[in-house]
Nanobody, 129 residues
Framework: QVQLVESGGGLVQAGGSLRLSCVGSGRTFRRHAMGWFRQVPGKEREFVAAINWSAISTAYADSVKGRFTISLDNAKFMLYLQMNSLKPEDTAVYYC??????????????????????WGQGTQVTVSS
């Protein structure tokens, strides 16, 4: 069983930056594709960014491409999301997620929420205009 805990959310002015962190525990030698999602009240949880366990391949939602950067320290099981040039529409609860994982391949990347089985509790990001 994998546990994920996010941190780093907060209130920031438009144009500012935040760095979200997510620490994982409980992994048993599996290699997990990892991702960040976000959700606002009344809307579906949406994909933000994803990375494979080898940290070679990444994917981003069009709305954050060029502004957000996902990174992974797989030795420490730490996932990060650097968010720059923040906009009010980035306001949401941000969730760290891990897919089930595999004993072999570290190349898989997952971009839909149905592929993920482990979720953190979320961290609030609020961007003021």
């Amino acid at each position: 069983q994998v546990q994920l805990v996010e941190s780093g959310g907060g209130l920031v002015q438009a144009g500012g930056s935040l760095r979200l962190s997510c620490v994982g525990s409980g992994r048993t030698f599996r290699r997990h594709a990892m991702g960040w999602f976000r959700q606002v009240p009344g809307k579906e949880r949406e994909f933000v960014a994803a990375i494979n366990w080898s940290a070679i391949s990444t994917a981003y939602a069009d709305s954050v491409k060029g502004r957000f950067t996902i990174s992974l320290d797989n030795a420490k099981f730490m996932l990060y999301l650097q968010m720059n040039s923040l906009k009010p529409e980035d306001t949401a609860v941000y969730y760290c997620a891990a897919e089930k994982g595999a004993l072999g391949s570290a190349s898989r990347i997952a971009t839909t929420k149905n592929e993920y089985v482990y979720w953190g509790q979320g961290t609030q990001v609020t961007v003021s205009s």
